[in-house]
Nanobody, 115 residues
Framework: QVRLVESGGGLVQAGGSLRLSCAAS????????MGWYRQAPGKQRELVAV???????NYADSVKGRFTISRDNAKNTVYLQMNSLKPEDTAVYYC?????????WGQGTQVTVSS
């Protein structure tokens, strides 16, 4: 079992920055990759960024050059630095961990970008 707790969401003006954190606990040794997804009202949940245990990263085209995913293995924490935020980035952001083919999810944190 893996438990994920997110923090760092909030309200920011367009062009601003936020940093999301996701702390993992439990069977963290079994995690293969961690990532961030988001879901806007009326839309499907979509991948934002993912980082593997080998620190390979992948980003959605819509956030490339603006968002950076990183991890601190000692703290079992993954971060999402979001810069140059746009109103269309407004969504609930969910932390995800992939472990033995099973997806674990955090409770989600709201990010709202005002224009």
């Amino acid at each position: 079992q893996v438990r994920l707790v997110e923090s760092g969401g909030g309200l920011v003006q367009a062009g601003g920055s936020l940093r999301l954190s996701c702390a993992a606990s439990g069977s963290t040794f079994s995690i293969n990759a961690m990532g961030w997804y988001r879901q806007a009202p009326g839309k499907q949940r979509e991948l934002v960024a993912v980082i593997t245990t080998g620190s390979s990263t992948n980003y959605a085209d819509s956030v490339k050059g603006r968002f950076t995913i990183s991890r601190d293995n000692a703290k079992n924490t993954v971060y999402l630095q979001m810069n140059s935020l746009k109103p269309e980035d407004t969504a609930v952001y969910y932390c995800n961990a992939l472990s033995w083919g099973y997806n674990y999810w955090g409770q989600g944190t709201q990010v709202t970008v005002s224009s």
